[in-house]
């Protein structure tokens, strides 16, 4: 890669996010629509609309990757061809049909609500099995302070969300329920407010990172 | 021959597809692996149809068909549509091992447009509200009493608002990971720092332990939900024999 | 003393040799010198020479000198010819110039050999006629040494009286010559030939009569020495190198006959013939090149050549020949001078003998054992291997990888599968509690009390929406994967239902691709029972791609990003979205009357409550999540100036809102399958702890 055409693409990214990152610290109210503010304003927002569509572009990309990584498996017919064969004429039938008549349509809502919504339902309610599989093994094996600090929260938070052990009603729910409230409004509001703030000052130095070229995700 | 109604063919496949995926809990088999590969296919193919209908078309192929080549020339034309289109074409280099660095242009946008976003959103909308409120915690709204409240009332609020402050520390402090090197070459944080860390942890402990009971009600209020439905397939069935 | 050097070998000689020590060859041509005619001797008595056709007077010599040959010798004596050599004639033959006139008569008249006998009395059965002259003279010879010689001498013959005469070498291949009595066992006399003295007349003859036939042989004591070494090969396979040859004089076997008795009738010394004139061909003798040890010598020969001295360079003769003029023929063979090697060769006394191989014998030829057969022995240094520590780690590295690959890999065996009877059991327990709940009626058990317990985020929130102007449109984001769809459609319900039972104008849109057929699900479940209709109480934008940016661009401006909608009704189906009357008046975010976003992940609800702050204005932002969102999300809500406006989370707080919003509580089964399911969980965790508590105290008590 030479290095003109690596100049090329990071100041394409870094010019691009400063007119971004420009907009969450002016009111564009205030701006009038004609000035130079302004018409950076409408860039902007042009460049944020090239986004969205490059957006939909890398995702008709990876779908195409998607694509031929099974089409090749089931042309050598390595181990699990079958299902990659299964996949393709899946993913070939309703693209097709949804090109054509419609995502909307009757035919593709049909392959939406009978096929993946079910799929997608029964494996989130195989999780139900396995998250109570992995809490028993958790407290049975582990005995320290976080340990037992982590499985004792979610118990009360369980005992005091709904039925269960005790019904939603009486003054030992009442208890529990308060409880639970703590739990969730104090205790653990505080420690999501601690995580939530780090994950922010993380993003931004991650984000910065970027804007400054130091981190050049899109190629040398 | 009576028409059977599409929703009802729509309820017995869907059954059937529960079924083969409920049957996961004995163990790996085809009929898991069908349904695995059959919704993936189909997702993939929905997402790529409603990502061309929603955005792709009315971006690139319908200006196209409305407005014709005149606007096409024209400046709003030219910023709406030509240089999308060419950006279009460049990201469709990356298909292609030779000409993938000529994709970088589309890309580097891509990249400089969501850092900026995310680090506009994450200092407007969370760094700033979000430490003043912590910083709010202890408003004199908030650490005095009301008038006419309950002293129980008052001090759990101060409590609370405490406590909400002192895991909001000492989580930040747990994440903090500077420490000085000390005589062994080992790192090492100040001991203040080490308790208020620790206690970072008890804290992370308890948010966690509220998200993992939530998720657990989730997913059984979901599993109740399936069941629910295969027993309205059945009953359905059962009350249409 | 001047060197002479061998024409054959190119061996130096001393200036008096005659012949060549190391090959035999003549140094010195012969001369012959023809004797005056009163000289010549008459043939031996009973010998008379050949008749020869083409030759003049000087042939008669050389006839006579093959009908002793023929006489005299059989197969083994070509042998001995060919020891004789075509160059080194006896002295013997030297003196034929000596000889007297009585040896064209054939033998001496005291030294007829026994084997004569034979032809004596066979002769005597001839009348005179028959009786050729020669053969008579021999007869009458005889009869005169049988009575002057005593018995015990009747084996004494005339090559006795040679022996003991003749000093010098003796020559093994002299034709004619008898061995000694004393070996005559041991020798084959093979039959007397056909006398036939006349050459084949397609041969020339070899030497001119002039010319006298090598005096001495040659290879004698090559012969000598190399035939005891021949013998000694059965016995000895190291035979001795550099044997002595027997002195001279000691072959009295082969005596040395008198040069007269040697002599034709002319007086010419008898020489060998040159061709066999039986067969034609040449005499072994005249081979100058042949390989003595490859001939098989006789017995009698050998011995005889082991008495006999080697003589090299020893020369007692005196030249008194002169020397002789070859044929043109023998001198075309001759080497050429100046092809002659100059490199020095040693003389055949100071070569060594060799002792092996198939030259085993020989003098002057290249040993083979010292160069090449010996095999060499190492050094003592050589063979000490000097190893660096790095070279021995690498050769142990090398052999390290050799066995490895060398190592027979076992066959991996599949890992018994492990029956997952935990994971079974807790299905079963789970599958059992929310299957039960369905035979409740049935069994006629009252299933779980609807909460009685109302959180304080409710009613702030029942109040929200209830309160709401409806004149302008409630944005729903449905950002959740159809996987959450069995909570969140009930807990989201509530509040739309809530929402379009207020007749509140709903408009859809979602950043994920299955958001827009999910709304379209739920709004038309919804919808059915409060008669909602796509288009005219409910709107779909459709799928917003680009996550943040298309959030944040939706926010500024959402007719810029929004260009088409999702499952729109046929009035809308030419033109766009934003024409219908739901959407008059939306420009951006905040003309919105209310946003509720529903999700299950905390990014998303993150993504929204960031990327809208700055343009929602007094919009306010109510978030329904899954239960597993809600500690990430309420930071959010539990501020000063919280940025949501309210939270629903989970079954529990969906079944409140509808308990106390006045909506139709159908969540019947499904509160009670939701209730038993919990129940099953916190048993689990509860038996988990108990189980770890257990095994705790177990541990505790085995320490």
């Not at chain 1, 096929?115 to 320290?144: H, K």
């Not at chain 1, 995580?195 to 130091?214: D, E, F, Y």
């Not at chain 3, 003049?56 to 006839?63: C, E």
């Not at chain 3, 509690?433 to 058990?445: C, D, E, H, R, S």
Request: hydrophobic fraction near 45%; proline fraction near 8%.
């Amino acid at each position: 890669m030479k290095i003109g055409t690596y100049l090329l693409w990071a100041a394409m990214a870094v010019g691009t996010g400063i007119i971004v990152l420009l907009g969450y610290f002016v009111q564009i109210d205030q701006i009038p629509a004609d000035s130079l503010i302004g018409n950076i304003f409408e860039l902007r927002l042009l460049i944020m609309g090239w986004a969205v569509l490059l957006a939909a572009v890398a995702l008709g990309i990876g779908l195409f990757n998607l694509f031929l990584v099974h089409w090749m498996k089931v042309s050598a017919q390595r181990p699990g061809w079958k299902y990659s064969a299964v996949l393709i004429v899946a993913f070939v039938l309703t693209l097709l049909l949804g090109l054509i008549i419609g995502p909307d349509s009757r035919v593709v809502l049909f392959l939406f609500n009978s096929i993946q919504l079910p799929v997608e339902a029964s494996l989130m309610a195989l999780l139900a099995i396995t998250l109570s599989l992995a809490g028993f093994r958790l407290v049975a094996q582990r005995r320290d302070l976080i340990s037992l600090v982590f499985v004792g929260t979610a118990l009360l938070v369980l005992i005091g969300s709904g039925p269960g052990i005790l019904s939603a009603e009486g003054l030992f729910f009442s208890f529990f329920a308060g409880l639970r409230n703590w739990l969730v409004q104090v205790a653990a509001a505080g420690g999501a407010r601690g995580i939530l703030l780090g994950v922010a000052l993380g993003s931004i130095v991650t984000g910065l990172r970027v804007l400054l070229a130091v981190d050049r995700p899109y190629g040398e | 021959m009576p028409e059977v109604p599409l929703d009802f063919i729509q309820m017995i496949v869907a059954a059937f597809i529960t079924v083969m995926i409920l049957s996961y809990v004995i163990g790996d088999n085809v009929l898991f692996r069908i349904a695995t590969y059959l919704f993936i296919g189909i997702a993939s193919g929905f997402a790529g149809a409603i990502a061309w209908e929603n955005i792709v078309k009315p971006t690139l192929v319908q200006p196209l068909i409305s407005d014709g080549l005149a606007k096409l020339f024209s400046p709003e034309g030219a910023l709406t549509f030509l240089i999308p289109w060419m950006l279009a074409l460049f990201m469709l280099f990356k298909l292609s091992p030779r000409l993938s660095r000529f994709g970088g242009f589309p890309v580097a946008l891509l990249v400089g447009v969501g850092a900026a976003v995310v680090v506009g959103g994450s200092i407007t909308g969370t760094l700033v509200p979000q430490s003043l409120a912590t910083a709010g915690t202890l408003s004199p709204a908030n650490a005095l009493p009301a008038a006419g409240e309950p002293l129980s009332v008052w001090l759990e609020r101060l409590i609370s608002a405490l406590l909400m402050i002192a895991a909001t520390i000492s989580v930040l402090i747990y994440f903090r990971f500077s420490a000085k090197r000390d005589l062994t070459g080992g790192a090492r944080r100040s001991r203040i720092a080490e308790v208020f860390a620790y206690l970072g942890q008890v804290f992370i402990a308890v948010t966690f332990g509220v998200m993992y009971a939530g998720a657990l009600m989730a997913t059984i209020v979901v599993l109740a939900q399936r069941f629910q439905f295969l027993h309205d397939v059945v009953t359905r069935i059962m009350g249409g024999a | 003393m001047a060197e002479n050097r061998c024409p054959m070998c190119s061996t130096m000689n001393q200036e008096t040799a005659e012949v060549c020590s190391n090959c035999g060859a003549r140094l010195k041509p012969l001369v012959f010198e023809t004797p005056p005619s009163d000289q010549q001797e008459p043939a031996a008595e009973g010998i008379s020479p050949p008749a020869t056709e083409a030759s003049g007077d000087g042939d008669d010599w050389l006839a006579n000198i093959r009908s002793d040959a023929i006489m005299g010798s059989g197969v083994d004596d070509h042998a001995a010819e060919t020891d004789a050599a075509d160059d080194a004639a006896p002295d013997w033959l030297g003196r034929l110039r000596e000889a007297d006139s009585s040896l064209e008569e054939g033998p001496p008249s005291e030294e007829i050999p026994d084997w004569m006998d034979d032809f004596l009395a066979a002769g005597e059965e001839v009348t005179d006629e028959e009786v050729p002259e020669w053969l008579s003279r021999v007869r009458e010879r005889r009869e005169a040494q049988t009575e002057g010689q005593p018995e015990s001498d009747e084996g004494e013959d005339w090559i006795t009286r040679l022996r003991d005469d003749t000093p010098d070498e003796r020559r093994a291949g002299v034709e004619g010559l008898k061995p000694s009595a004393d070996e005559d066992e041991s020798i084959e006399q093979p039959a007397p030939r056909a006398l036939d003295p006349s050459p084949p007349p397609d041969v020339p003859d070899p030497v001119p009569q002039d010319e006298i036939l090598p005096e001495e042989a040659t290879p004698s004591h090559e012969v000598g020495a190399s035939a005891p070494a021949l013998d000694r090969l059965d016995e000895d396979p190291q035979p001795a190198v550099g044997e002595p040859m027997p002195p001279e004089g000691e072959m009295e076997w082969f005596p040395v006959p008198d040069e007269s008795e040697l002599l034709d009738a002319k007086g010419l010394p008898h020489v060998p013939a040159l061709l066999d004139e039986e067969t034609g061909e040449k005499p072994l003798s005249d081979i100058s090149d042949l390989n003595m040890d490859s001939i098989e010598l006789p017995d009698w020969l050998g011995e005889s050549k082991s008495e006999t001295p080697s003589v090299a360079g020893e020369e007692d003769e005196k030249p008194d020949l002169a020397p002789a003029t070859l044929p043109s023929w023998l001198e075309a063979m001759r080497p050429v001078d100046t092809f002659r090697s100059e490199i020095a060769i040693e003389s055949d006394e100071v070569q060594p003998v060799e002792s092996a191989g198939p030259l085993t014998g020989l003098r002057g030829v290249l040993m083979a054992e010292p160069v090449v057969a010996m095999p060499r022995t190492a050094s003592t240094a050589a063979a000490r291997l000097e190893v660096t520590e790095r070279q021995y780690a690498q050769a142990e590295l090398l052999q390290r990888l050799v066995e490895e690959e060398e190592r027979e890999i076992p066959p991996v065996r599949a890992e018994k599968r492990r029956l997952p009877l935990m994971r079974w059991a807790i299905a079963l327990i789970l599958l059992l509690a929310v299957i039960l709940p369905f035979g409740f009626k049935q069994l006629g058990v009252e299933g779980y009390a609807l909460p009685s317990v109302v959180s304080r985020d409710l009613a702030p929130l029942i109040d929200l929406i209830g309160n709401i102007p409806t004149d302008r449109p409630a944005l729903v984001v449905f950002d959740y994967t159809p996987g959450y769809s069995g909570e969140l459609d009930t807990v989201a319900g509530a509040l739309l239902e809530h929402a379009v039972m207020r007749s509140l104008p709903i408009v859809t849109v979602s950043t994920r691709p299955t958001g827009p057929p999910l709304a379209e699900g739920l709004l038309n479940k919804i919808g059915a029972s409060y008669g909602a209709v796509n288009g005219e109480n409910y709107l779909h934008l459709g799928y917003l791609s680009g996550g943040p940016t298309a959030v944040q661009l939706f926010a500024i401006a959402p007719r810029s990003v929004v260009l088409s909608g999702y499952h729109l009704p046929e009035s809308l189906s030419e033109g766009s979205v934003w024409e219908s009357p739901l959407l008059q008046g939306v420009h951006r975010l905040s003309d919105f009357n209310l946003v509720i976003v529903i999700t299950a992940g905390t990014d998303t609800a993150r993504t929204w409550v960031e990327q809208t702050q700055s343009w929602i204005g007094d919009t306010p932002l109510v978030m329904v999540l899954s239960a597993g969102a809600e500690p990430l999300v309420r930071p959010y809500f539990e501020a000063s100036e919280p940025q949501v406006d309210g939270i629903l989370t989970g079954l529990p707080a969906a079944v409140s809102y509808r308990q106390y919003s006045g909506l139709p509580l159908d969540t019947g089964a499904q509160w009670d399958a939701f209730g038993i399911g919990m129940l099953a969980i916190e048993l689990i965790l509860i038996a988990g702890g108990a189980y770890g508590i257990g095994l705790w105290l177990i541990r505790l008590r085995e320490r």
